[in-house]
């Protein structure tokens, strides 16, 4: 017979031991599920669970001064705002829809400056990356054009 305290009943050992059941097995279900199971509400977010590759590219314009020296552009004249993620959207859908030859004179068009700008595909190795490594493993010109308009 359960005693009571604070004028209601005390909480049985099997309703206890039950409960922590329950929620050990709520918490554990997400490391021993298939990775096909996952979506809401029991996700484990694999998206950062998996593994990389050893590469990584990324679609960026930039214009090479008359130097040749690689020069960034600013967010703004690239795609018209401050977000990079909306930037870097796009030149990869001008990239994905065979239109990167019209972006870059788009580009080119808001530039006064001199020399050639460049939509560009680059590939870095992640962990060089980090290590100080910043020469790409790869770097695939998508369209060229002079800067200040004109091709």
């Known amino acids: 017979m ?3 305290a604070y004028g209601g009943d005390v909480i049985r050992p099997r309703t206890i ?3 922590s059941i329950v929620a050990l097995a709520a918490l554990a279900y997400p490391a021993v599920a298939p990775a096909e199971l996952d979506s ?3 996700s484990n977010y694999p998206m950062f669970a998996h593994p990389r590759g050893e590469v990584t590219r990324f679609d960026v314009v930039v ?3 008359d130097a040749g020296q690689e020069q960034p552009l ?3 004249v690239i795609g018209g705002t401050d977000q990079p993620i909306q930037a870097a959207e796009t030149v990869q ?3 994905r829809r065979g239109e990167a030859d019209e972006l870059c004179e788009e580009i080119a068009d808001r530039l006064d400056s001199t020399g050639r700008v460049q939509v560009v595909t680059v590939a870095y190795d992640a962990v060089g990356w ?3 490594d910043r020469t790409p493993v790869r770097r695939d010109v998508r369209a060229e054009c002079d800067a200040g308009g004109g091709t």
Do not use: F, K
Request: glycine share 4%; aromatic share 4%.
């Open 130 to 132: 980090y290590e100080g």
């Open 63 to 65: 214009v090479l001064d």
């Open 17 to 19: 031991a039950a409960t």
């Open 40 to 42: 809401l509400p029991m």
């Open 93 to 95: 859908q001008a990239i």
């Open 2 to 4: 359960a005693s009571r």
């Open 74 to 76: 600013d967010l703004r």
